[in-house]
């Protein structure tokens, strides 16, 4: 759908944020970020609280506790 759409990247939502289905709960991640091994830079944020600057530049999570 992305690839039809032109989009430059894609954006994974709700995974890791609640239980989906009884799958682990980091295969959907792992799943899509293996569907993309050839175009990894494709792939806008894998973890919860990444940000993407407008640019494309990704810029490194910072966690607060």
């Known amino acids: 759908m992305a690839n039809a759409a032109g989009a430059r990247f894609i954006m994974p939502v709700h995974h890791q944020t609640f239980k989906l289905s009884f799958e682990p709960f980091r295969e959907p991640i792992e799943r899509f970020t293996a569907a993309l091994a050839d175009e990894p830079e494709r792939i806008a944020l894998r ?18 506790l």
């Open 47 to 64: 973890e919860i609280g990444g940000r993407l600057c407008s640019s494309g530049a990704r810029r490194p999570t910072k966690r607060v």
